[in-house]
């Protein structure tokens, strides 16, 4: 019965962590303790299992067990080194995050547009040393570049474009600004990537500041 009452818990833990991103992305991570605790019981009935082998196996054997433990932990630990070269990419998206959380008023919600989903890191670090906590998918439009519109773009309540040589969306809208000659648009931040190339945000004046 014990380990009935910990599986539901776990699974209800489970189903109300995504329940909570479906509905509202922020502060997710603050609801994992539901499920990481009960699983803790599991995690030590394990490791006293894998203990009690260890210890009766042979003696002469503790040089190939020694080994053995070392690939154990290499395997649990090759995922994060591999993955770390995938958050480096993040790192430009980070530093506009950080720049936006020097320089937009602090009183304002930061309203961002862009063709890259990793403009949700830009929003996230931008709000990291606010004491409010906002949700990125509220205050980030997301589009494809064949969906850019000039007007569309000046006219909604935006105040920011984040867009990037890779996709062409950068290339694209400074043409569309070129074409009409009287937009108000100001680059707040030009970054040269490896992976996409010149990154540069764009500060869009709102409509009802005009």
Not at 42 to 56: A, Q
């Amino acid at each position: 019965r014990p380990m009935i009452f910990l599986t539901l818990l776990i699974l209800s833990g489970t189903a109300l962590i995504y329940i909570q991103i479906l509905l509202n992305w922020y502060s997710s991570e603050r609801f994992v303790a539901l499920i990481y605790f009960p699983t803790l019981v599991f995690s030590g009935y394990g490791f006293s299992k894998l203990f009690s082998v260890w210890r009766n196996r042979p003696p002469n054997s503790k040089r190939v067990n020694y080994i053995g433990l070392c690939l154990i932990v290499l395997i649990f630990a090759l995922p994060s080194i591999l993955n770390s070269s995938k958050s480096n990419r993040a790192l430009p998206f980070k530093e506009v995050g950080l720049t936006l959380a020097k320089t937009h008023p602090g009183d304002r919600e930061i309203r961002l547009y862009s063709t890259s989903k990793k403009v949700l890191f830009t929003h996230f670090y931008a709000y990291l040393n606010k004491p409010i906590v906002s949700s990125p998918w509220q205050h980030c439009t997301i589009l494809n570049v064949n969906e850019l519109e000039l007007n569309f773009i000046l006219e909604a309540n935006y105040d920011y474009l984040l867009l990037s040589d890779r996709d062409g969306g950068r290339r694209k809208f400074l043409e569309m600004v070129k074409k009409r000659g009287d937009c108000e648009v100001t680059v707040i931040l030009e970054k040269r990537t490896k992976k996409y190339g010149m990154l540069t945000l764009f500060s869009l004046a709102r409509a009802g500041e005009r």
